[in-house]
């Protein structure tokens, strides 16, 4: 009878402790990163000179679709194996033409089996580019609406590019999701970056030309690809 109350009265063993423990600060981790995420990002034209410490803001880059003609000359140039110049003007007006829908699509009647347009919880908005002081930043607004919860979060990169095996690579010295650092959530910073930043598709001349690039560089707000 003793020995079966005291084996009645035994308590957690130390994994279920340490499990409780862990999963206690995985949840506290990301409630505090959800907090961050949907805090808003105010967006500026520069910095405030007494901004707080650890504040964030976004800057968008110019959006000049009267380049597009020049951009697509240069696209031509850069699949002909010609070095080019790129600025961002003109790869916003590119991205652009790129976001719109095809005529096609656009003249097909509406599918009414398909789900409205607002049954989508997470969509990303065009993506906007911004070169200054030879940093390249990558950003994008995604609107969510979760459980009644609506509301747009700005993801966003900067960085350069550094040569990864036979090709470039964008390599990000700062990135955040809202008002989260995502050096903070490592485990789930990749996805973001190809569900949101990085989701449109790259046309494959373009894909192909970058490739066989011989260096690629950012000076002040110029892009330069150097072909071989």
């Given at each position: 009878m003793i020995s079966k109350a005291k084996k009645a009265q035994k308590g957690p063993s130390w994994f279920e402790v340490l499990f409780g423990a862990l999963l206690s600060v995985a949840l506290g981790v990301v409630l505090g990163a959800a907090y961050l995420?949907?805090?808003?990002?105010?967006?500026?034209?520069?910095?405030?000179?007494?901004?707080?410490?650890?504040?964030?803001?976004?800057?968008?880059?110019?959006?000049?679709?009267?380049?597009?003609?020049?951009?697509?000359e240069k696209r031509k140039e850069l699949s002909a194996g010609q070095s080019i110049s790129v600025e961002e003007g003109e790869l916003n007006a590119f991205i652009g033409s790129l976001s719109k829908p095809s005529g096609s699509a656009a003249s097909k009647p509406a599918d009414k089996s398909a789900p409205p347009a607002d049954a989508k919880l997470i969509e990303a908005g065009t993506l906007n580019i911004r070169i200054r002081g030879g940093k390249i930043q990558f950003a994008t607004p995604v609107n969510y609406n979760i459980y009644g919860f609506t509301g747009a979060v700005i993801v966003q990169a900067t960085g350069t590019f550094v040569k990864d095996g036979p090709g470039f690579v964008f390599k990000p010295e700062s990135s955040y999701a809202g008002g989260c650092p995502l050096a903070r959530i490592l485990v789930i910073k990749d996805i973001i970056f190809n569900k949101f930043l990085f989701a449109l598709p790259v046309p494959e001349d373009i894909r192909s030309a970058w490739s066989k690039a011989s260096d690629v560089s950012i000076e002040g707000s110029t892009l330069k690809l150097k072909m071989p």
């Open positions: 995420i949907t805090k808003p990002v105010q967006t500026v034209k520069e910095i405030p000179k007494d901004a707080p410490s650890g504040a964030v803001y976004y800057l968008e880059g110019v959006r000049d679709f009267n380049k597009s003609m020049v951009i697509e």
